[in-house]
């Protein structure tokens, strides 16, 4: 039975870390809307090779999502995962989730001063916290299992 829960387990992180490893690399995360009877000024943030910022943070999150990914595939094709690989990716999808937290609080107050006329937050966002926070919770109570 806890063999079954645990796979169940990690099917759920396969599914969430690998769609918000897409939408993060995909999507924008934020962007704003600026508009003046002179001109008409749109601005995102999210993933791009022209940015060596973005480029790092973003592409960092993808990679550690990607890898979340790896390791619940290895967990269910019942191949041998080395030692803390779960433990390690419990933790990375914890950081993505604090990550794009902060990346939104920082916005949003980036926002408030600079007071666009428009301004939201986009798919990446979204992907970071709901997919991060579920890879991670899905490690969690698989971490837990095993214990049990």
């Not at 910022?53 to 990679?63: D, E, K």
Request: hydrophobic share 55%; with cysteine.
């Amino acid at each position: 039975m806890a063999k079954k829960i645990q796979s169940n387990l990690f099917v759920g992180s396969i599914i969430s870390s690998l769609i918000a490893a897409m939408l993060l690399l995909l999507e924008d995360f934020a962007g704003w809307y600026n508009y003046s009877s002179y001109a008409e000024i749109w601005g995102w943030v999210g993933f791009s090779l022209n940015r060596p910022v973005s480029l790092l943070v973003f592409g960092a999150a993808a990679v550690i999502l990607f890898f979340c990914t790896y390791v619940s595939y290895l967990k269910l094709s019942s191949k041998p995962v080395p030692v803390g690989w779960v433990k390690k990716a419990f933790y990375g999808s914890a950081g993505v989730t604090a990550l794009s937290v902060i990346g939104g609080v920082y916005f949003i107050v980036d926002m408030m001063i600079t007071d666009p006329t428009d301004w939201w937050l986009g798919p990446a966002f979204y992907a970071g916290i709901i997919g991060g926070g579920l890879t991670a919770l899905f490690f969690h109570l698989a971490l837990n299992e095993t214990k049990r």
